[in-house]
């Protein structure tokens, strides 16, 4: 690439949306940036997230670079894109903004140290490598690092393990194959409702019920048709959506639920219900993720649709339970086409493993409640860990050599999810203590590039800051306010969510 990575004002890591676009804004502005990727080639989580079925969940026109020159030339296919139309998207960006000339890839960084001595970050790389940069952009997400289950015996299965989020290319065929599925958030259910139709058998070791949502519109109203596919007819949705706390065009009904007669409930919810996507969730009553009773009867109504569509009443109850094990919405509903008319099937068979986890996994199968299944092939749907786990990974050192994972030994601490006291001259992108999983993810990375580029550029003029750094007051604040907002809400009230707030607060 011929880059003099000793004479660089910016280096990011990572090369999904957030990193290229930074890389693309910043070298605009006229900074010498480099981004590093451990991977082969531009798209982040959507290069190794190849399993079948992996697909967009959110609706268009949302996800994709707001750009007016991207938006002009390029005609998405579908209304939520496969993960092939998001990697031949990644190759029109690619076209349009030549933005692989400032990466290097297969470079995977090992760690990354600010040196108190030049004000400047120096970043090592696995093959020995090393560069430096005034300014440091860690934009590894939050799905960098996997979740592996530790369950005794999982390196001993003779057959293939898959991680969703690491689909290798020559993946074993699951038509006619006997397939074991761990794991039923979004990729979980995206992953059942393929192979579940070719599989000869699939088994579904289930923790928790996934809350879902009908991805596809039955109105009239929002199909692809009336939505318009073409730029013209989204600009001012995307607009919309830059604005918006959820970063969609959703703008929830502003009245609490119970103030309203059931049946215009009843007619509110369904009307929303048929527009698909996630108009249930973020177009609902405004007190659905406040106010538990709300909540209830949102659950009520979703429920009582969902159970119609499947006919084994032990299923039902399993998929669909009465008291619902967390509440709607406080983690990203799944959506989805027809996972109950799949899950349905005789050769599909659900194992509830709620109260007692898999024992073991042996060379040829899953041993759950005592009994030993054999299998094919095993797919890990189990998703990422913690959303400070990709930042941690990097083995990055602040001021005095600190590590940052001892300065977050006690929790994430942070300035507005971007700045960190004690790592000058740093800003994260998409990771913790910002608005990531519940939020449509390009509408936050711009919104933080922006900020990114007006920081850096401002610094660039007049005084010419060599350094800057997040406050530790700032930190307090920052949490002080999240919070509050956390702790008047229902989000809290998920075990997950409870123990990631310990993780990354
Ligand atoms: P996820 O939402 O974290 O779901 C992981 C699943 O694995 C859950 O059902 C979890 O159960 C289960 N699990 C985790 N550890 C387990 C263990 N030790 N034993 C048994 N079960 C275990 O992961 P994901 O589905 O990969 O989704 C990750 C993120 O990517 C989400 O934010 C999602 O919205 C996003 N995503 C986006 C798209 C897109 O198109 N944009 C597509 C797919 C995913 P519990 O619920 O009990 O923890």
Request: glycine share 10%.
């Given at each position: 690439?011929?880059?003099?990575?000793?004479?660089?004002?910016?280096?990011?890591?990572?090369?999904?949306?957030?990193?290229?676009?930074?890389?693309?804004?910043?070298?605009?502005?006229?900074?010498?940036?480099?981004?590093?990727?451990?991977?082969?080639?531009?798209?982040?989580?959507?290069?190794?997230?190849?399993?079948?079925?992996?697909?967009?969940?959110?609706?268009?026109?949302?996800?994709?670079?707001?750009?007016?020159?991207?938006?002009?030339?390029?005609?998405?296919?579908?209304?939520?894109?496969?993960?092939?139309?998001?990697?031949?998207?990644?190759?029109?960006?690619?076209?349009?903004?030549?933005?692989?000339?400032?990466?290097?890839?297969?470079?995977?960084?090992?760690?990354?140290?600010?040196?108190?001595?030049?004000?400047?970050?120096?970043?090592?790389?696995?093959?020995?490598?090393?560069?430096?940069?005034?300014?440091?952009?860690?934009?590894?997400?939050?799905?960098?690092?996997?979740?592996?289950?530790?369950?005794?015996?999982?390196?001993?299965?003779?057959?293939?393990?898959?991680?969703?989020?690491?689909?290798?290319?020559?993946?074993?065929?699951?038509?006619?194959?006997?397939?074991?599925?761990?794991?039923?958030?979004?990729?979980?259910?995206?992953?059942?409702?393929?192979?579940?139709?070719?599989?000869?058998?699939?088994?579904?070791?289930?923790?928790?019920?996934?809350?879902?949502?009908?991805?596809?519109?039955?109105?009239?109203?929002?199909?692809?048709?009336?939505?318009?596919?073409?730029?013209?007819?989204?600009?001012?949705?995307?607009?919309?959506?830059?604005?918006?706390?959820?970063?969609?065009?959703?703008?929830?009904?502003?009245?609490?639920?119970?103030?309203?007669?059931?049946?215009?409930?009843?007619?509110?919810?369904?009307?929303?219900?048929?527009?698909?996507?996630?108009?249930?969730?973020?177009?609902?009553?405004?007190?659905?993720?406040?106010?538990?009773?709300?909540?209830?009867?949102?659950?009520?109504?979703?429920?009582?649709?969902?159970?119609?569509?499947?006919?084994?009443?032990?299923?039902?109850?399993?998929?669909?339970?009465?008291?619902?094990?967390?509440?709607?919405?406080?983690?990203?509903?799944?959506?989805?086409?027809?996972?109950?008319?799949?899950?349905?099937?005789?050769?599909?068979?659900?194992?509830?493993?709620?109260?007692?986890?898999?024992?073991?996994?042996?060379?040829?199968?899953?041993?759950?409640?005592?009994?030993?299944?054999?299998?094919?092939?095993?797919?890990?749907?189990?998703?990422?860990?913690?959303?400070?786990?990709?930042?941690?990974?990097?083995?990055?050192?602040?001021?005095?050599?600190?590590?940052?994972?001892?300065?977050?030994?006690?929790?994430?601490?942070?300035?507005?999810?971007?700045?960190?006291?004690?790592?000058?001259?740093?800003?994260?992108?998409?990771?913790?203590?910002?608005?990531?999983?519940?939020?449509?993810?390009?509408?936050?990375?711009?919104?933080?590039?922006?900020?990114?580029?007006?920081?850096?550029?401002?610094?660039?003029?007049?005084?010419?800051v060599s350094q800057l750094e997040a406050t530790g007051k700032s930190h307090d604040v920052w949490r002080r306010k999240m919070g509050e907002l956390w702790m008047n809400s229902?989000?809290?009230?998920?075990?997950?969510?409870?123990?990631?707030?310990?993780?990354?607060?």
């Amino acid at each position: 690439m011929g880059m003099d990575l000793n004479n660089l004002d910016v280096i990011v890591i990572g090369a999904g949306f957030s990193g290229i676009l930074a890389v693309y804004k910043l070298r605009r502005l006229g900074f010498r940036v480099c981004g590093f990727e451990r991977q082969g080639g531009l798209g982040g989580v959507w290069r190794e997230n190849a399993y079948p079925g992996a697909a967009v969940d959110s609706p268009f026109p949302f996800y994709q670079f707001y750009d007016a020159d991207l938006l002009r030339d390029w005609r998405w296919e579908e209304q939520f894109p496969t993960r092939a139309e998001m990697m031949r998207y990644f190759e029109q960006v690619d076209t349009k903004w030549g933005i692989s000339a400032s990466f290097e890839f297969g470079a995977s960084v090992s760690g990354a140290e600010y040196s108190e001595a030049t004000w400047r970050w120096v970043v090592s790389l696995e093959d020995g490598r090393r560069a430096s940069a005034q300014w440091l952009i860690p934009a590894v997400g939050f799905s960098s690092v996997l979740n592996i289950p530790r369950i005794p015996g999982i390196d001993r299965f003779s057959g293939p393990v898959y991680h969703t989020a690491r689909w290798p290319r020559d993946a074993m065929d699951m038509r006619g194959k006997k397939v074991a599925v761990i794991g039923t958030g979004p990729s979980g259910v995206q992953v059942i409702q393929s192979v579940g139709k070719v599989a000869k058998s699939m088994t579904i070791y289930q923790r928790t019920p996934c809350l879902t949502l009908p991805k596809y519109s039955n109105s009239p109203d929002r199909t692809a048709e009336t939505l318009g596919m073409g730029p013209d007819g989204y600009r001012e949705a995307l607009r919309l959506g830059l604005q918006s706390p959820n970063g969609f065009d959703y703008v929830c009904r502003d009245q609490n639920t119970l103030m309203v007669p059931s049946e215009e409930r009843d007619h509110f919810y369904r009307k929303r219900y048929l527009e698909g996507g996630w108009a249930f969730w973020m177009a609902g009553f405004r007190d659905l993720c406040r106010d538990p009773r709300a909540n209830r009867d949102a659950y009520a109504f979703w429920a009582e649709q969902t159970r119609a569509r499947i006919s084994c009443t032990t299923k039902r109850e399993l998929l669909i339970p009465e008291v619902p094990a967390l509440p709607f919405g406080v983690k990203r509903p799944c959506l989805e086409e027809d996972l109950y008319e799949v899950m349905d099937q005789p050769q599909l068979d659900i194992i509830d493993i709620s109260e007692k986890p898999i024992e073991i996994i042996t060379e040829t199968g899953i041993c759950a409640h005592g009994k030993t299944i054999e299998f094919d092939a095993i797919i890990l749907a189990t998703g990422f860990g913690d959303e400070a786990s990709g930042l941690k990974s990097l083995n990055i050192r602040g001021r005095n050599g600190t590590p940052l994972v001892e300065a977050w030994s006690g929790g994430v601490q942070s300035h507005l999810g971007i700045a960190i006291h004690q790592f000058p001259n740093m800003f994260f992108l998409y990771g913790p203590q910002c608005p990531t999983l519940l939020v449509n993810s390009p509408a936050v990375i711009t919104v933080q590039v922006e900020w990114l580029c007006r920081v850096l550029s401002s610094s660039q003029r007049g005084a010419r800051v060599s350094q800057l750094e997040a406050t530790g007051k700032s930190h307090d604040v920052w949490r002080r306010k999240m919070g509050e907002l956390w702790m008047n809400s229902l989000y809290h009230t998920h075990p997950r969510n409870a123990s990631k707030q310990e993780q990354t607060w």
